[in-house]
C-alpha cells in the first residue's frame, strides 16, 4: 500500500512537564508556530494540565491527547485516570509508554485493557512500542516489538482497533531522552516489522494503513531523517516538544512530507 494514503502525525508528549498555570500559555505559544494543517498535531499534557491546553488550543486544529489511561472503567483505584474522566478534555490517549512500562509496572495485558477503555471511550490510541538496549544489541528488537504488539493487540477486533485511529509508536528506550536517536533506515526496518507483527495478528493487508510514527530524542535537526522513509507518519516527541523553535522545526519538516503525500494522493 502507498505511503501516500497515510497521514503524518506528530504528537507532543510533554511527560511530567508544565503545570495548570503555565501550560496553557505554552499551548499557544506553540499553536503559533505550528499552523500546518497537512499535519495531524497533538498535544499531550499531564492530566492536571488538559483543560488549561484544551481551552489554550479551542480555536486551533490541533488534537488534545492524555499521557495514560486506566485498564479498568472505574472503581477503587487511588490516583488512577479512567476513560470517562477523560471525556471533554482529551480525544487522543498514549498507552504503554515505555516509562509507564517501566515505572508503573505495565505489563501486555494491562495495556491491552488500556486500548480497550480507549476504543470504548472514543479516544484515539497511540501505542507505544520499543525494545531496551540489551535486546537490540543481542538482535531481539524486532521480536521484542512483535511480543509487545501481540500482548496488546491480540484480544481485540481489528476492526474496532482500525475504528479508532490505532498509531503505533516505535521508541526504542535506548534513545529516550538520551540524545541518541536511532538512524532512520533502522526506524524505518522497525515500522516495517511492525506492520508485519500486526498483519500477523490478523489484520491482513489493513496492517498496511496503520500510522507508525518514530520517537526518541527527535529534534528539529533530526526529524528529516526519519520523514524521509516512506514507512515513518511521523514522531512522538518528548522533550524537543516543549521548546517552540524545536516543536516549530519538526512540525515544518513533517508539512514537506504531508503536503507531498497529498500531491502523490491525488496524483494516483
Ligand atoms: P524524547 O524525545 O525526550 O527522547 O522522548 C521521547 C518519548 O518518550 C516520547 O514519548
Not at 500559555?25 to 500546518?36: H, K
Not at 512483535?146 to 509508536?169: F, K, S, T
Request: glycine letters at 12%.
Amino acid at each position: 500500500m502507498m505511503a501516500a494514503m497515510r497521514p503524518v502525525i506528530i504528537a507532543a508528549n510533554w511527560k511530567m512537564n508544565t503545570t495548570p498555570a503555565d501550560a496553557g500559555e505554552l499551548a499557544a505559544t506553540i499553536a503559533g508556530r505550528i499552523r500546518e494543517p497537512a499535519v495531524v498535531r497533538v498535544i499531550c499534557p499531564p492530566f492536571v494540565c488538559l483543560a488549561a491546553v484544551g481551552a489554550a488550543l479551542a480555536d486551533e486544529e490541533i488534537g488534545v491527547g492524555a499521557q495514560d489511561v486506566h485498564h479498568e472503567v472505574a472503581g477503587a483505584y487511588t490516583g488512577d485516570t479512567s476513560a470517562a474522566m477523560l471525556q471533554g478534555l482529551a480525544s487522543w490517549v498514549i498507552i504503554g509508554h515505555s516509562e509507564r512500562r517501566r515505572d508503573h509496572g505495565e505489563t501486555d495485558e494491562r495495556i491491552s485493557g488500556k486500548l480497550r477503555r480507549a476504543v470504548e471511550a472514543g479516544l484515539r490510541p497511540i501505542l507505544c512500542v520499543g525494545e531496551v538496549l540489551d535486546d537490540r544489541e543481542a538482535g531481539r528488537a524486532v521480536a521484542v516489538v512483535d511480543g509487545q504488539l501481540h500482548g496488546a493487540l491480540a484480544g481485540h477486533l481489528p476492526a474496532d482497533l482500525q475504528a479508532a485511529g490505532l498509531v503505533i509508536a516505535y521508541e526504542p528506550v535506548w534513545a529516550i531522552g538520551t540524545g541518541r536517536n536511532a538512524s532512520g533506515a533502522d526506524a524505518a526496518a522497525m515500522a516495517e516489522a511492525v506492520r508485519s507483527s500486526i498483519a500477523a495478528i490478523g489484520w491482513g493487508a489493513a496492517a498496511a494503513d496503520v500510522p507508525v510514527l518514530y520517537g526518541g530524542s527527535v529534534t528539529a535537526a533530526n526529524i528529516g531523517e526519519f520523514l524521509a522513509e516512506p514507512s515513518i507518519d511521523g514522531a512522538l516527541v518528548g522533550g524537543a516538544s516543549l521548546k517552540p523553535d524545536e516543536i516549530a522545526g519538526i512540525v515544518a519538516r513533517a508539512g514537506l512530507t504531508a503536503n507531498a503525500r497529498l500531491v502523490e494522493t491525488a496524483a494516483t
